[in-house]
């Protein structure tokens, strides 16, 4: 006997109608224009395609090794030792990571060092630094020390015991790490568009180009299909090595954490102090030079080509809200979804929303201009932008929110029943109360993401309703040292806005359930 | 009182009770003994009207309780691991039936049912600030609040370390006899399940293969896996 169960018809609606029109719908048509540039091989194609697609390749795979290379001491210092400031320095090492690219390309370019493949590479590692610290100390500091000391009492020296035994044991985070520094770096769009000038390009900046500048939609189209395949072959290449490595050994539950001595004292000082205070250096500039003129009262001033900066400041804030409502709803009952006892529908929902993570912003606000002209033109309409944004963000509130989801054992809800709770009031006391919770930090995500977004809007925005990012890339296009400081200025409120929300994200997720 | 008759479940096309058939009287404590797997959380969820029956009938006082939904009928089934809401305190989870029965003075009754598993002063706790033994006494209190017509019980002691255990045997048997329930405990321990019961049944692989006092069953075994199991 099979029921149709009009509950969750109703849960699983308004996510597919909202993946399906913003997202499935215009990466079809980007695979029809594509296909069609590509298959009649118009000149040149062939060479600007490789040209692009090579450099996009190797500046991801070098800012990936030199971010593990920057990254590695204060790594082995937060995963080896116990010390006085060791949770701060993890804190501030993650700064950069929270900060929206556009804010990152400024502050590289107020230390003098734009239009350089160097400034591309350093702004990347600065970036990244915390996925690597972050991801591999947390896999780091659980091994068993049971382990490394059986291999000394074997005759391996420390050298030896880190060479054959941690690093071995360390490859699942550092292949994580290093895939997800990978697709950031592979998919970079703000940093490089910024900081590249016009002489280097990656495929999301082309594409940008292509699309927007040079209004060649086919072109760029197929780029967006290049992209697609490095980012899936990308993806693919992770989840089949995760497979292929997945061995588990026992991992203790606490961290094992000793006191430094000796050298190694020195050691974690130099890592601990030389890491922050490099990562300190463009962002102490970038906020020293902001001050250094008139340039906050200038956001204030009408401009005749770009209107009042400061207006930017408003709109990134509606828009915001609005992505945030979004993509919080729709996050949340895909969410539940993924989490109902339905099989079938779960993995195929779980999927799919992951997908807009794999594809590039850029790809999103290119899919909305080429597909957003059907069934009514909606291309005109400023609330583009905030329905991009909630596409990107998306992906994030469903991860914050199943596994709250997936920890309430079955049982709990068995129990509420025994009780007397009838299937609503089993909702209502025990699914509602433990979603919203979880849904107040996807929210949270949300709302920061949007703040920051640039690689979406940079299509969809109108002049007249620029949030603060795009606002900032017009002023920094802008000759001139006033509105290049115009532009520092804001990154600088930019930066402070995404600051204070990421600081209630965290106080948030300390005080209450305590199980991200 | 309880009359199960002639139970089958059947679970994703797997036959996880097969003719299960027990009568439990007011007042009395029958303790289901078996090996873990042998069906005996099953057994408890079907009472309970979780997992539906494929044949066979659940009698309450005589009438059939086979079609009334789980939230209606008015049983009490403590869960193996406890199964707190995480999100409630102790007071809250252990008022949650009482809420539902939309009964007065929740917190009096909450107050009440805390005292007889010596928690007292606990409503306002969180649950994960609990340790196990405190999470053990919070569920039975739970469980027992609403003053179910039936308690069920799924391995109420499983969870915890060997000297805790004995301890709170003792307090459960007490707190049951004190309120005079009608209950099933189910435990794969035999020395628990005969200090925790009046009487005994025995389930191998989704069957009750004898009931009885120990004694009875020590002295007169129905078949060598019996005498073996409960020696």
Redesign the interface.
């Given at each position: 006997m099979k029921r149709i169960r009009w509950g969750w018809v109703a849960v699983a609606a308004p996510p597919v109608i909202f993946i399906g029109y913003f997202f499935v719908y215009p990466l079809i048509r980007i695979l029809v224009l594509g296909l069609s540039e590509l298959s009649v091989g118009a000149s040149g194609v062939e060479a600007r395609l490789i040209r692009v697609g090579w450099f996009t390749l190797w500046q991801a795979t070098v800012s990936t090794v030199l971010t593990f290379l920057a990254a590695g001491p204060l790594t082995w210092a937060v995963s080896s030792f116990e010390f006085k400031g060791r949770r701060l320095a993890m804190a501030l090492a993650t700064v950069p990571f929270v900060l929206p690219t556009v804010v990152v390309g400024t502050a590289f370019v107020a230390l003098g060092w734009q239009e350089s493949i160097g400034a591309i590479l350093a702004a990347h590692v600065f970036f990244n630094v915390a996925v690597v610290v972050r991801t591999v100390s947390t896999l780091w500091s659980r091994i068993d020390p049971r382990i490394q000391e059986a291999a000394r009492v074997l005759g391996a020296s420390e050298w030896d015991v880190f060479w054959r035994i941690t690093l071995r044991l360390l490859r699942p985070a550092i292949a994580a790490a290093a895939s997800i520094v990978f697709l950031f770096t592979f998919t970079s769009f703000g940093v490089i568009l910024i900081l590249g000038g016009f002489r280097y390009a990656t495929l999301e900046v082309e594409i940008y180009r292509q699309a927007v500048t040079l209004f060649d939609l086919p072109l760029a189209a197929a780029l967006a299909i290049v992209q697609l395949v490095g980012v899936s072959g990308a993806l693919y290449w992770y989840s089949r090595y995760q497979e292929r490595t997945a061995v588990s050994w026992t991992l203790e539950r606490g961290t094992n954490l000793r006191r430094p001595k000796g050298r190694a004292r020195t050691g974690v000082l130099f890592a601990t102090l030389g890491t922050l205070i490099a990562l300190a250096i463009p962002l102490s500039t970038l906020v020293s030079r902001s001050v250094t003129g008139t340039y906050y009262q200038a956001l204030f001033r009408d401009d005749p080509v770009v209107g009042v900066p400061a207006h930017s400041v408003l709109n990134s804030l509606v828009f915001a809200v609005a992505a945030t409502l979004l993509a919080t709803i729709i996050g949340v009952l895909a969410a539940t979804v993924i989490t109902g006892r339905s099989g079938e529908l779960s993995r195929w929902f779980d999927l799919t929303l992951m997908l807009p993570l794999g594809t590039s912003a850029v790809t999103i606000g290119f899919g909305f201009i080429v597909a957003l002209d059907w069934p009514v033109d909606l291309r005109a309409t400023r609330w583009l932008v905030p329905a991009a944004h909630a596409l990107v963000a998306i992906p994030f509130v469903v991860r914050s929110t199943v596994p709250t989801l997936r920890?309430?054992?079955a049982?709990?809800r068995?129990?509420?029943?025994?009780?007397?709770?009838?299937p609503f009031?089993v909702w209502r006391?025990?699914d509602l109360?433990?979603v919203s919770?979880a849904g107040m930090v996807g929210a949270a995500f949300a709302f920061v993401i949007s703040l920051g977004e640039f690689g979406a809007t940079s299509f969809v925005a109108r002049p007249a309703s620029a949030t603060i990012p795009t606002m900032i890339f017009r002023l920094l296009s802008r000759p001139g040292q006033t509105s290049f400081g115009m532009a520092m200025a804001l990154s600088v409120v930019l930066a402070g806005l995404t600051a204070a929300v990421v600081m209630a994200i965290d106080r948030a997720r300390f005080g209450e359930?305590g199980s991200f | 009182m309880l009359q199960v008759e002639n139970l089958d479940v059947v679970i994703d096309s797997k036959p996880i009770l097969e003719n299960v058939s027990l009568t439990v009287a007011d007042s009395e404590i029958v303790a289901v003994l078996g090996p873990s797997g042998s069906g005996k959380s099953t057994f408890l969820r079907a009472i309970a009207g979780l997992v539906e029956a494929a044949t066979g009938d659940i009698r309450w006082d005589g009438r059939s309780i086979a079609n009334v939904p789980t939230h209606r009928r008015g049983f009490g089934l403590m869960f193996q691991g406890y199964a707190l809401f995480p999100h409630m305190n102790v007071g809250e989870n252990v008022g949650f039936g009482l809420k539902m029965a939309g009964k007065d003075d929740i917190a009096g009754q909450v107050e009440e049912a805390l005292s007889w598993v010596g928690l007292e002063g606990f409503g306002s706790r969180q649950v994960e600030s609990l340790s196990g033994g405190e999470q053990q006494r919070v569920a039975l209190a739970r469980t027992l609040a609403p003053r179910p017509d039936l308690v069920m019980l799924d391995e109420p002691l499983g969870a915890l370390d060997r000297n805790l255990r004995q301890k709170l045997v003792t307090d459960t048997r007490e707190v049951l006899e004190e309120r005079d329930v009608t209950a099933i405990v189910v435990t794969h321990d035999r020395e628990e399940a005969s200090a925790l019961s009046d009487r005994l049944a025995l389930m191998r692989s989704g069957t009750i293969v004898q009931t009885g006092h120990l004694e009875e069953l020590l002295a007169h075994p129905a078949d060598e896996w019996v005498a073996e199991f409960i020696a």
């Open positions: 920890s309430v054992p049982e709990t068995d129990a509420a029943r025994v009780l007397g709770a009838s009031r006391e025990i109360p433990i919770r359930l | -």
